[in-house]
């Protein structure tokens, strides 16, 4: 059975930096390509970034690049986001979501999701 469990996530100032972290276990995160996902209140789920299985590609949404960092440690099976330079519209749920298949900022192509995490931005 697949699972994703996010971390990393909490209060910040605008201006700064966390990273998330997204442990995948009961699969071979090799097959899988891995994509972060938020939810503002109020507000449909969005693509943030994505990384596929095999070539290690990258995709982000206009509003991150230049500030988030998405990556992948497959022996421990972990994918992180690195976001900095945080805004105050960047507060959200932020989830990751796996999909055995090539890398896609749709939520609607993942089969795997996990909790979330919530990501506030404030002073």
């Known amino acids: 059975q697949v699972q994703l469990v996010e971390s990393g996530g909490g209060l910040v100032q605008p201006g700064g930096s966390l990273r998330l972290s997204c442990a995948v276990v009961?699969?071979?995160?090799?097959?899988?390509?891995i994509g972060w996902f938020r939810q503002a209140p109020g507000k449909e789920r969005e693509g943030v970034s994505c990384?596929?299985?095999?070539?290690?590609?990258?995709r982000y949404a206009d509003s991150v690049k230049g500030r988030f960092a998405i990556s992948r440690d497959n022996e421990k099976s972990i994918v992180y986001l690195q976001m900095n330079s945080l805004k105050y519209e960047d507060t959200a749920v932020y989830y990751c979501?796996?999909?055995?298949?090539?890398?896609?900022?749709?939520?609607?192509?993942?089969?795997?999701w996990g909790q979330g995490t919530q990501v506030t931005v404030s002073s």
């Open positions: 009961g699969v071979t995160l090799d097959y899988y390509a």
């Open positions: 990384i596929s299985s095999s070539d290690g590609a990258t």
């Open positions: 979501a796996a999909r055995d298949g090539y890398y896609s900022d749709s939520v609607y192509r993942y089969d795997y």
